[in-house]
């Protein structure tokens, strides 16, 4: 399994983003990904998720009805694209999977990219 983020950047505040997630090594469209971030001195916490085949959607409150997350299952793509962008945004951001296997879901991270968000 590899994950490998991209899109992230400098930024000014309410400005945009869109960050990219290739995957491979998976059969991409059966399993639901997600994406991350962790701030300097802060956990890693969840931002948003998608469904496999893209029917749900979910988001952290501190994002919600500014970041959409999306996937192009043809494209083993998934994508967040980041509105009115603000300073406590700025973190790495972080793509995730979890496969299941017979000890229990394996979680895949991606490496990150560095989102900052600064005037």
């Known amino acids: 399994v590899q994950l490998v983020e991209s899109g992230g950047g400098l930024v000014e505040p309410g400005g945009s983003l869109t960050l990219s997630c290739a995957a491979s090594g998976f059969t991409f469209r059966n399993y639901p990904m997600s994406w991350y971030r962790q701030a300097p001195g802060k956990e890693r916490e969840s931002v948003a998720a998608?469904?496999?085949?893209?029917?749900?959607?979910s988001y952290s409150a501190s994002v919600k009805g500014r970041f959409t997350i999306s996937r192009d299952d043809t494209e083993n793509t998934v994508y967040l694209q980041m509105n009115s962008l603000k300073p406590e945004d700025t973190a790495v951001y972080f793509c995730?999977?979890?496969?299941?296997?017979?000890?229990?879901?394996?979680?895949?991270w991606g490496q990150g990219t560095q989102v900052t968000v600064s005037s």
């Open positions: 995730n999977t979890k496969i299941p296997t017979t000890w229990g879901p394996e979680n895949y």
């Open positions: 998608i469904t496999s085949a893209g029917y749900g959607t």
